[in-house]
């Protein structure tokens, strides 16, 4: 149970106070009653207001009592003092879509537009969110009716700024494309002063035959200072326009404005989802059928897509009749907290603030703020009930969902802007780069020439009943693919068509062929920037069918196991690869740079980018790399036919595109894509001579030499380079030398000596690569000097930016819930390759100490200053320096222990042998230290694990798992620590 205790944060007395003090306040007319005055519901005209908000997460329960029942069409926000770390999830209002244009680098400012979600619009022009000291805004193209509106919100941060020119600038560019601008703003330019500010709009605004709507009194008042029109309408077709005005908005110092434009909107239409309710099913009812179902048309069908048909149509044929596909009309609430008692108390605070806006004294000015602390109290009370309550009767994956509509986490959300879904799919399908016939003969000519491995062909095995089951068990998502069909009308029948599943999987396999039905996927495009306003900035996302993921996955294991038993992986391949990550390879660049540290050299490297590599892959060059493997030809028939024939089209909500074939490419959204592009891009190791390193398509050389060897080392790696661009054109793919970067590692001392203006430039394609100071390498951000002051930055910046975006939750939500969001948000940022940087100096240490306070401060409500020493020991953490060690102990022993780990850092550690005095067998688990000229290498990983790891006690280093070794080393860690902080 819920403690209501818990919950009260006001007394009885203030409630009484503030009523006994607004009895006169009897009128309790809402925000909400007077737009419904102003914009009847139904109209025939398009409905526009502006408010400055001054943090729309300050109001966000005001403009959801007063915007969210859909009253207004567009509501155009300035001030919204929103930043990128707050996800819009966390500011929607039910109905609407949602653009915004924050302002960064400094506090304050940012605009935004909530837009009625069936109005299709698009992102034309917003002004650069890091600009200061100028005019901020946001313009959309509205599309009604196959008119076009161009309508934005403009904000100006102060009064000194002059911003003429530049809105010029924006406003000449749109005046001859638009027969219909609409544009409204806090521009800071008083309208009732008749100065050079105010004759300069006007003449602006003029001189582009636009024109401000005259409003009847000032719009903006604030205590101590006299009442301005700051807030204006400007229109290209003063004609056009219905009505406009203004009315008070308790919640800000400005007014709110508005206007009805002679535009027909289209009509509101609820949102309505088809689906299937399988919680009132009679499971039981359902096993029987199922049980009746003869399928032997089936089992007896010679034809692959005969029976993907057959089957798909007997399941979707029995969830029809258990649990038909029902229109659901979607309901947004305001916010379920927001209470009939919530909403009168605004009124009256809401009445009382107009009164003391329009006849300021202290005693209106006292009771409007009684008012606004108990109606701030009974909302936040409200709300934290609410969370409470909700997150209390959920499981785990629920809870997820129910934060992320809280706006906790990235943002889920499709692509806003309306776009042509046919050119958005031509643009996905479009490979990026077109390989010459005579190249790609060339190629495959050489790919037929390879000797195969000496090797037993590759050969599928048949799949049983048990692993069909476990594979589909192991699925989680419950996306719905292009067979309509979902993991949640697979698993209560599983066990009834398990068998005829693993038949369809085994004819498959047997007889080389692929289901055409499982070759379709639909796209989502989700935007890679806040504002997209090109094809360039969306990616696409596939769509699989549920059993297309199942035979997929047992050709991956099966593929995969061949590769890594007969080591026909490149061993630098770290992508996708068990017991392979990042980490892993990072590990592995960074030991090898501070062996040269050590040794007194310099390390020159190159990261190489790759321009939508899995797109580009050219499916034919594809199979001559499978052949060249030795896979059996009955299996590259196979493969043949699950890659060639393909379409997507791409999906937003109830709209979808035509369907289009993919001519290029791996499949994306599977696990056997990032395979088979592994195996594509194995062949590039045979042309380099440098040492290197692959992740998937990030490619990376680098080499060691003396100082003096510098003109070498470079030519080397440009000799390298040259090869990697030969191999690139030949097998399709194309790397972008303006986005691949170059450094030079090595200790302050031997940088010092380098001659820079005679050190020969790094090329590729013939385009300089210029020398960095630091760089982004798989997320670890390396300088070249290895002192990780930049990544304690990033990882601080990090940190404060999803803090940030927690915090305004702190305070509603349940413990265990906060507690589960910084062990999945926050210590992983603090966590990421650390076992790469074990030489980050006490200062740095310290400073990851602080970041880890945050977690604990954000999970307890503590202020800055409180000391936490002991609610770190209720949370059974570790300080930052006993973390890492557990971090580095746990990642060796997954080295030593995991067959399955990288030869590179299995190759770096030796076992002592037994001492040979021994009289009696003991199991050695004593490691060779290597030994080091420098700090460099004595703080490197391979030194300073091989010492922690001896320093253990035997019974943890001989745990049976790596989950017994990680709980075995916590509670030892935690003894060292413990009585400190009693």
């Known amino acids: ?44 005209f398009l409905s526009l207001v502006h408010i400055n908000a001054q943090s729309i997460q300050a109001h966000y329960s005001d403009l959801l009592a007063s915007f969210s029942t859909g009253v207004v069409d567009c509501v155009l926000v300035s001030e919204t003092w929103l930043k990128p770390s707050v ?74 700024i002059n911003y003429f020119k530049e809105m010029v600038d924006i406003l000449e560019s749109f005046v001859p494309n638009y027969d219909n601008i609409i544009y409204m703003g806090d521009l800071n330019t008083c309208l009732l002063k008749n100065d050079a500010r105010a004759q300069a709009l006007n003449d602006l605004t003029s001189s582009l035959n636009l024109h401000i709507l005259p409003m009847k009194s000032p719009t903006h008042y604030f205590p101590n200072c006299r009442p301005s029109l700051i807030d204006i309408i400007s229109v290209s ?61 089936i089992m007896s069908a010679n034809n692959i897509d005969t029976m993907v048909d057959s089957l798909t149509t007997e399941l979707i044929r029995l969830y029809d009749k258990h649990a038909p596909v029902r229109p659901v009309r979607m309901k947004h609430a305001p916010a379920p907290w927001l209470s009939p008692a919530i909403k009168r108390t605004m009124a009256k605070r809401d009445k009382a603030k107009s009164r003391n806006k329009r006849e300021p004294s202290a005693k209106n000015l006292d009771a409007y703020k009684k008012l606004r602390n108990v109606c701030n109290r009974m909302c936040r009370d409200a709300k934290r009930r609410y969370i409470h309550s909700t997150i209390r009767d959920l499981c785990q994956t629920q809870v997820w969902r129910f934060l992320r509509s809280l706006g906790v986490g990235k943002d889920t959300e499709t692509c806003q802007s309306s776009v042509d879904l046919n050119a958005l799919n031509l643009h996905f399908t479009t490979p990026p780069i077109t390989l010459d016939s005579n190249i790609k003969s060339a190629t495959l000519s050489f790919l037929s020439n390879l000797a195969t491995p000496d090797l037993n062909p590759f050969v599928f095995k048949s799949v049983s009943v048990d692993s069909i089951k476990k594979c589909i068990r192991s699925i989680s998502t419950k996306a719905i693919g292009s067979d309509n069909l979902s993991i949640d009308m697979v698993l209560p029948i599983l066990e009834d068509i398990a068998p005829v599943i693993t038949h369809i999987v085994n004819f498959s396999l047997s007889r080389n062929v692929f289901p055409s039905l499982w070759k379709k996927a639909f796209v989502i495009p989700l935007p890679k920037t806040s504002n997209p306003t090109c094809l360039t900035q969306y990616r696409p996302i596939s769509i699989l069918p549920i059993l297309y993921k199942v035979i997929e996955s047992l050709v991956h294991d099966q593929l995969y196991s061949y590769l890594s038993q007969n080591n026909l992986l490149c061993p630098y391949q770290s992508g996708f690869r068990s017991s392979h990550s990042t980490v892993g390879a990072l590990l592995n660049i960074t030991e090898d740079i501070r062996g040269a540290m050590d040794n007194t ?17 050219d499916l034919d060059i594809l199979i001559g790399t499978l052949r060249a493997v030795n896979i059996s030809p009955t299996v590259v028939d196979w493969f043949h036919s699950y890659l060639f024939g393909r379409q997507q089209c791409v999906k937003t909500n109830d709209t979808s595109s035509d369907w289009l074939d993919l001519v290029a490419g791996v499949p994306q959204g599977g696990v056997l894509s990032p395979l088979l592009f592994s195996i594509f891009i194995n062949n590039i190791s045979k042309v380099i001579s440098s040492p290197f390193h692959l992740y998937a398509d990030d490619l990376q050389l680098y080499r060691h030499f003396e100082l003096t060897e510098l003109n070498e080392a470079i030519n080397i790696l440009n000799s390298d380079l040259v090869e990697v661009q030969s191999w690139a054109e030949s097998f399709g793919l194309l790397v972008n030398p303006r986005k691949s970067q170059c450094i030079i590692f090595g200790s302050s001392r031997l940088r010092s000596k380098i001659d820079w203006n005679s050190t020969p430039m790094v090329h590729f394609s013939g385009v300089p690569i210029p020398y960095c100071d630091k760089v982004k390498n798989l997320g670890l951000i390396m300088d070249c000097n290895m002192t990780w002051v930049a990544h304690v930055n990033e990882i601080s910046k990090r940190m404060h930016h999803t803090f940030h975006s927690l915090k305004r939750l702190q305070f509603f939500l349940p413990f265990r819930t906060k507690i589960m969001l910084a062990q ?159």
């Open 237 to 297: 077709k003063p004609t056009l326009c219905v009505s406009h005005g203004q009315m008070d908005a308790p919640f800000s110092h400005h007014d709110l404005i508005y206007l009805t434009y002679k535009v027909r909107p289209p009509k509101v239409k609820g949102k309505v989802l088809l689906q299937r309710n399988f919680k009132h099913m009679d499971l039981e009812r359902l096993r029987d059928d199922v049980k009746n179902i003869d399928w032997s048309a």
């Open 601 to 617: 050299k310099l390390t020159a490297m190159v990261l190489l980018d790759f321009s939508s590599a899995f797109n580009s892959v």
């Open 824 to 982: 999945s948000l926050l210590l992983p940022i603090l966590d990421y390759a650390d076992v790469c940087y074990l030489d980050v100096t006490e200062e740095q240490i310290n400073k990851l100490e602080r970041l880890q306070n945050i977690a604990i401060r954000f999970i307890f409500g503590l202020r800055k200053y409180d000391h936490i020493s002991n609610f770190r020991a209720q949370l059974k953490w570790l300080p930052i320096r006993l973390r890492h060690d557990m971090h580095i102990l746990s990642f060796l022993f997954k080295i030593l222990n995991d067959p399955n780990s990288p030869s590179y850092l299995r190759s770096r550690f030796q076992i002592l042998p037994t001492p040979s005095r021994s009289r009696r067998p003991c199991i050695t688990t004593m490691l060779d230290i290597p030994k080091s000229n420098t700090k460099f290498l004595f703080r490197s990983f391979s030194v300073y694990s091989a010492l922690l790891w001896n320093k253990l006690p035997k019974d943890i280093q001989l745990s049976p798992s790596a989950n017994c070794f990680k709980n075995k080393l916590k509670q030892h860690l935690l003894t060292q620590i413990i009585p400190k902080s009693s």
């Open 87 to 160: 996800p819009s999830t966390s500011c929607s209002i039910p109905g609407y879509r949602f653009f915004r244009n924050d302002r960064t680098g400094r506090g304050g400012g940012g605009v935004g537009i909530y837009l009625r979600s069936s109005i299709p619009a698009s992102v034309v022009s917003y002004s650069d969110s890091l600009s200061t000291g100028s005019i901020e805004y946001l313009f959309l193209e509205l599309t009604i009716h196959h008119k076009r509106v161009l309508l934005g919100v403009l904000y100006c941060p102060s009064d000194k």
């Open 1 to 44: 149970m819920i403690d209501n205790d818990y919950f009260s944060c006001s007394s009885s007395e203030d409630f009484e106070s503030a009523d006994s003090l607004n009895s006169s306040l009897a009128s309790q007319e809402t925000l909400e009653d007077k737009l419904l005055k102003v914009f009847p519901k139904n109209s025939n």
